[in-house]
C-alpha cells in the first residue's frame, strides 16, 4: 500500500534555529514528490516539486531534498513568518493520484 | 489572475442532510480534484474531474459525489450526512491533472460542520 509519513508532527524552533522535516514513502512508481505549505484556515500552497533521487531545490531559507525512500526540508535560520504545516505529498504511477502526509506543524518563535 | 474560489466558506449541517460544495478553478484549468482534511487523517483523495468526467476516485462510499460542468466549474456533493463527515473539504485545480505531473493549486476549502 502507497503511504507518506512525515515526522515530527509538530516542531518548535526559535528563530534562527535551523532543522529539518522529514517525509519517508512507499510508492509504486514515483512520479514526482511535492512540498506544500498551510496557514492556518487556507489551502495548501506549493513550495517544490522533486523527480529523482539526488535533486535539490531552493526557495528562500526552504531547500528540499530526495532519496529513493525519503525527502527532506531544511529550514535555514527560520523566521515566524515560517511557521505553518508544511505537507509532503507523492504521485503514484498508477492513476496519478496524490498521496499526501499529515504534516508537520512547524512554530518559530521569536 | 484570479485562483481557485470554494464556496460557501463555512457550512453546519444536521445528520442526514445533504450538502453542496462549490469549486471555480483557476481560469483554463480543466482539471479540478477534490480532498477531505480532518486532523486525524490528514488530506485524502475523493475525485478528480476533467472536461465533465470522473477521471478517478478515491476510497469514499457512494454518498460523496461529484461533477463538473463544460466551463471547468466542479461541484461536489454529500447526501445523507454523518458526523464523521465533519473536515475541511478542499478543492484544487491543475491544466491537465491525470498523470501529468503538474503542481496543484488550492482554493481555501469549505468547512462542514455536522451537527
Known amino acids: 500500500e502507497d503511504q507518506v509519513t512525515q515526522s515530527p508532527e509538530a516542531l518548535r524552533l526559535q528563530e534562527g534555529e535551523s532543522s529539518s522535516l522529514n517525509c519517508s514513502y512507499t510508492?509504486?512508481?514515483?512520479?514526482?514528490l511535492f512540498w506544500y505549505r498551510q496557514d492556518p484556515g487556507k489551502g495548501p500552497e506549493f513550495l517544490f516539486t522533486l523527480y529523482s533521487a539526488g535533486e535539490e531545490k531552493e526557495k528562500e531559507r526552504l531547500k528540499a531534498t530526495l532519496t529513493k525512500k525519503e525527502s527532506f526540508l531544511h529550514i535555514t535560520a527560520p523566521k515566524p513568518e515560517d511557521s505553518a504545516t508544511y505537507l509532503c505529498a507523492v504521485r503514484e504511477g498508477s492513476q496519478g493520484n496524490l498521496i499526501f502526509g499529515k504534516g508537520t506543524k512547524l512554530s518559530v518563535k521569536p | 489572475k484570479a485562483g481557485v474560489t470554494q464556496t460557501p466558506r463555512y457550512l453546519i449541517k444536521t445528520r442526514g442532510q445533504q450538502v453542496t460544495l462549490s469549486c471555480s478553478p483557476i481560469?483554463?484549468?480543466?482539471?479540478v480534484s477534490w480532498y477531505q482534511q480532518t486532523p486525524g487523517q490528514g488530506l485524502q483523495f475523493l475525485f478528480e474531474?476533467?472536461?465533465?468526467?470522473?477521471?478517478n476516485k478515491g476510497n469514499f462510499p457512494g454518498r460523496f459525489s461529484g461533477r463538473q460542468f463544460s466551463n471547468s466549474r466542479s461541484e461536489m456533493n454529500v447526501s445523507t450526512l454523518e458526523l464523521g463527515d465533519s473536515a475541511l473539504y478542499l478543492c484544487?485545480?491543475?491544466?491537465?491533472?491525470?498523470?501529468?505531473?503538474?503542481?496543484?493549486?488550492f482554493g481555501s476549502g469549505t468547512q462542514l460542520s455536522v451537527l
Open positions: 484544487a485545480s491543475s491544466q491537465q491533472g491525470g498523470l501529468a505531473n503538474e503542481k496543484l493549486f
Open positions: 481560469s483554463g484549468h480543466r482539471s
Open positions: 510508492v509504486s512508481g514515483l512520479r514526482g
Open positions: 474531474y476533467f472536461s465533465e468526467t470522473q477521471r
